[in-house]
């Protein structure tokens, strides 16, 4: 009767630690499914802050332009660029950098204060508001400051936000 007792007990104790060890399983996998999750939604560029910051670089970029060192500054646009967008960035280069080198021009912009805003996020793709204002200078000195509202669309492309297109609203 002793043996049954020590056997029963053995028993039970054997299924016990079989439920806990399942039960610390189960856990384990939870904490690695969450782990996986908050890694994954909190990628930097998958953020608004990212796409709005790549929106200021990219407007700040297109706008900034020194008749001195053209080849630079449509390099760097270029660089930021994708897509369609690219291409027709490409085709008019030549062109945009014989005006400001035959101008003389010095063209800098200033993002205006609270000037950006997200009008569409997705995780591959975004929509930023971006007013600027663009102060041309020429040769003789002559400065003229515009006032512009971009829109910049932007596509994520490993882990970057590149310009796919970029427009004039208001």
């Known amino acids: 009767m002793e043996e049954d007792l020590q056997e029963g007990g053995t028993?039970?104790?054997?299924?016990?630690?079989?439920?806990?060890?399942?039960?610390?399983?189960?856990?384990l996998a939870a904490l690695l499914v969450a782990a996986g999750w908050l890694w994954w939604s909190q990628r930097d560029d998958g953020s608004p802050a990212?796409?709005?910051?790549?929106?200021r670089t990219a407007v700040t970029t297109f706008f900034d332009m020194d008749h001195e060192t053209i080849e630079e500054d449509l390099d760097a646009m270029a660089a930021l660029s994708t897509g369609e967008?690219?291409?027709?960035?490409?085709?008019e280069r030549e062109k945009l950098a014989e005006q400001v080198t035959t101008k003389e021009l010095v063209i800098t912009s200033t993002i205006v204060e609270q000037g950006t805003a997200?009008?569409?996020?997705?995780?591959?793709?975004?929509?930023?508001?971006?007013?600027?204002d663009a102060t041309t200078e020429d040769s003789g000195g002559a400065a003229e400051?515009?006032?512009?509202?971009?829109?910049?669309?932007?596509?994520?492309t490993d882990d970057t936000?590149?310009?796919s297109g970029l427009e004039q609203v208001g």
């Open 161 to 163: 936000w590149l310009v």
């Open 85 to 91: 967008f690219a291409k027709a960035y490409g085709a």
């Open 50 to 55: 990212g796409a709005l910051s790549s929106a």
């Open 11 to 27: 028993d039970r104790r054997e299924q016990r630690d079989k439920v806990v060890s399942l039960g610390l399983a189960v856990v």
């Open 118 to 132: 997200v009008e569409y996020l997705h995780e591959d793709h975004a929509q930023v508001l971006v007013a600027v």
């Open 145 to 156: 400051t515009a006032h512009y509202r971009m829109r910049v669309v932007l596509d994520r």
